[in-house]
C-alpha cells in the first residue's frame, strides 16, 4: 500500500519514488537505511511515500517468477527478475506460440500485473527476448496472486514451437530456362528455411503448362513429400490461371487465392491429399519479409490455416514503406 509518512517514521520501509539529494539518486524500491534519512532531513525533506508491505504480500521479484511459471510452456527459460519484472528468452529458433485472448484476458483481470509479449505466430531466434511480466508495485497480495495462479487457462499459455521435420519440395515450372532467376528463388527460399532448420528436399523442374504441372504433382519424386512450393515463370494471376487449374487436375484443391499482404497478393494456398502447397508469388525471389513467410512458417510449424486465417493476415500483412512525396 503507498503511503505519505513523516521521513523520521521511514525507516526499513520501501521508498515508492526516486528522490535526487545534491547528486545521490535514492532509486525508488530501495529500503529506506539511516543514512537515506539523514539525507532527506538535510535537504529538508519532510515527507516521503513509501510502500508498506505486511505478512500477506508476496515481493515483487518472487510474484513475477511465480506468475512466469505458469503461464510458459516449452522452449522458454526465466531470465532471474529485477524490480518485479521477469524477461522470458526462447531456447530454441522457432514460432512464438499463444492464445492472444487469454493473454489479453490475463491483463484485462489484474490491475497489479503486466505481461508484454511479442506478437503470436512470430518466428524468434534461439536467446532472443520475447516478452516479460512485470509486477507494478513493490509487492501483491497472497490472495491476489493465488487467485490468478488457481485459473487452469493460463497454465502453459505461452510455448515457442519448433519447425516439424518436413519434406519441403519446390516446383520450378518455365517454358525457357533462366539460371539466375532460378538459384535467386532456391536461395531466397532456403534463407527462409534456415531460419527455422529446415531446407528445401530438392528442386524439381518443368514446363510451365496445366499437364506438366499436375504430372510433377502427382509423381513418385514428391510422394514423401509434406510441403510443395510452386513457383512459376508468371505470376498467378486468377483463381483459374496455370498452376491452380493443374492442382485441380491432380485432384488437389484450392483453398484460397490472393492474399491481402502487399508485397504477396498473387500467393494461392491448397492442399493434395495430405500436402500442404503453396503457389509462390514473385516477390518470393527476394528475403525481404513480405506475405509469402507468412503462409510458409505457419504450414512449416503446423499451424492451423484456412481461408479465414488467409484473410485476417490483412492485418499486419503491409510490408511496403513507402513515404509519399509531396
Given at each position: 500500500m503507498l503511503k505519505l509518512i513523516l521521513v523520521n517514521k521511514s525507516y526499513k520501509r520501501i521508498l515508492a519514488h526516486s528522490i535526487e539529494i545534491k547528486g545521490?539518486?535514492?532509486?525508488?524500491?530501495?529500503?529506506?537505511?539511516?543514512?537515506?534519512?539523514?539525507?532527506?532531513?538535510?535537504?529538508?525533506?519532510?515527507?516521503?511515500?513509501?510502500?508498506?508491505?505486511?505478512?500477506?504480500?508476496?515481493?515483487e521479484n518472487k510474484a513475477s517468477v511465480y506468475i512466469s511459471n505458469l503461464i510458459i510452456g516449452k522452449n522458454i527459460i526465466i531470465n532471474r527478475p529485477v524490480n518485479g519484472?521477469?524477461?522470458?528468452?526462447?531456447?530454441i529458433n522457432g514460432l512464438l506460440d499463444y492464445d492472444k485472448?487469454?493473454?489479453?484476458?490475463?491483463?484485462?483481470?489484474?490491475?497489479?500485473?503486466?505481461?508484454a509479449m511479442l506478437k503470436?505466430?512470430?518466428?524468434?531466434?534461439?536467446?532472443?527476448?520475447?516478452?516479460?511480466?512485470?509486477?507494478?508495485?513493490?509487492?501483491?497480495?497472497?490472495?491476489?496472486?493465488?487467485?490468478?495462479?488457481?485459473?487452469?487457462?493460463?497454465?502453459?499459455?505461452?510455448?515457442?514451437?519448433?519447425?516439424?521435420?518436413?519434406?519441403?519440395?519446390?516446383?520450378?515450372?518455365?517454358?525457357?530456362?533462366?539460371?539466375?532467376i532460378n538459384n535467386k528463388i532456391i536461395d531466397s527460399v532456403n534463407t527462409r528455411l534456415l531460419n527455422f532448420n529446415l531446407k528445401l528436399k530438392q528442386t524439381l523442374y518443368c514446363k510451365h503448362n496445366e499437364n506438366d504441372i499436375k504430372n510433377i504433382l502427382l509423381s513418385k519424386n514428391i510422394s514423401n513429400s509434406n510441403i510443395i512450393l510452386l513457383y512459376g515463370s508468371t505470376s498467378i494471376v486468377d483463381k483459374n490461371?496455370?498452376?491452380?487449374?493443374?492442382?485441380?487436375?491432380?485432384?488437389?484443391?484450392?483453398?484460397?487465392?490472393?492474399?491481402?499482404?502487399?508485397?504477396?497478393?498473387?500467393?494461392?494456398?491448397?492442399?493434395?491429399?495430405n500436402k500442404k502447397i503453396i503457389g509462390v508469388p514473385g516477390c518470393a525471389k527476394s528475403i525481404i519479409r513480405n506475405?509469402?513467410?507468412?503462409?510458409?512458417?505457419?504450414?512449416?510449424?503446423?499451424?492451423?490455416?484456412?481461408?479465414?486465417?488467409?484473410?485476417?493476415?490483412?492485418?499486419?500483412?503491409?510490408?511496403?514503406?513507402?513515404?509519399?512525396?509531396?
Amino acid at each position: 500500500m503507498l503511503k505519505l509518512i513523516l521521513v523520521n517514521k521511514s525507516y526499513k520501509r520501501i521508498l515508492a519514488h526516486s528522490i535526487e539529494i545534491k547528486g545521490i539518486k535514492l532509486k525508488k524500491g530501495k529500503v529506506i537505511n539511516k543514512s537515506d534519512i539523514k539525507l532527506l532531513n538535510d535537504i529538508g525533506k519532510k515527507e516521503v511515500y513509501v510502500f508498506e508491505k505486511n505478512s500477506q504480500h508476496i515481493d515483487e521479484n518472487k510474484a513475477s517468477v511465480y506468475i512466469s511459471n505458469l503461464i510458459i510452456g516449452k522452449n522458454i527459460i526465466i531470465n532471474r527478475p529485477v524490480n518485479g519484472r521477469a524477461d522470458l528468452f526462447s531456447k530454441i529458433n522457432g514460432l512464438l506460440d499463444y492464445d492472444k485472448t487469454l493473454l489479453f484476458r490475463l491483463n484485462f483481470s489484474n490491475d497489479d500485473l503486466a505481461v508484454a509479449m511479442l506478437k503470436p505466430l512470430k518466428v524468434v531466434k534461439k536467446n532472443q527476448l520475447i516478452g516479460n511480466v512485470k509486477i507494478l508495485p513493490y509487492a501483491i497480495t497472497q490472495k491476489s496472486l493465488r487467485k490468478t495462479l488457481n485459473i487452469k487457462k493460463y497454465s502453459n499459455l505461452i510455448n515457442v514451437k519448433k519447425a516439424k521435420n518436413k519434406n519441403i519440395v519446390l516446383v520450378l515450372s518455365s517454358d525457357e530456362e533462366n539460371l539466375k532467376i532460378n538459384n535467386k528463388i532456391i536461395d531466397s527460399v532456403n534463407t527462409r528455411l534456415l531460419n527455422f532448420n529446415l531446407k528445401l528436399k530438392q528442386t524439381l523442374y518443368c514446363k510451365h503448362n496445366e499437364n506438366d504441372i499436375k504430372n510433377i504433382l502427382l509423381s513418385k519424386n514428391i510422394s514423401n513429400s509434406n510441403i510443395i512450393l510452386l513457383y512459376g515463370s508468371t505470376s498467378i494471376v486468377d483463381k483459374n490461371d496455370i498452376i491452380p487449374r493443374a492442382l485441380k487436375k491432380a485432384k488437389g484443391k484450392v483453398i484460397a487465392y490472393g492474399a491481402p499482404t502487399d508485397p504477396g497478393n498473387l500467393l494461392m494456398y491448397g492442399t493434395l491429399k495430405n500436402k500442404k502447397i503453396i503457389g509462390v508469388p514473385g516477390c518470393a525471389k527476394s528475403i525481404i519479409r513480405n506475405g509469402f513467410d507468412l503462409i510458409l512458417e505457419r504450414i512449416c510449424f503446423d499451424s492451423s490455416i484456412n481461408k479465414r486465417v488467409i484473410a485476417e493476415l490483412s492485418c499486419g500483412g503491409l510490408f511496403k514503406k513507402i513515404i509519399r512525396k509531396i
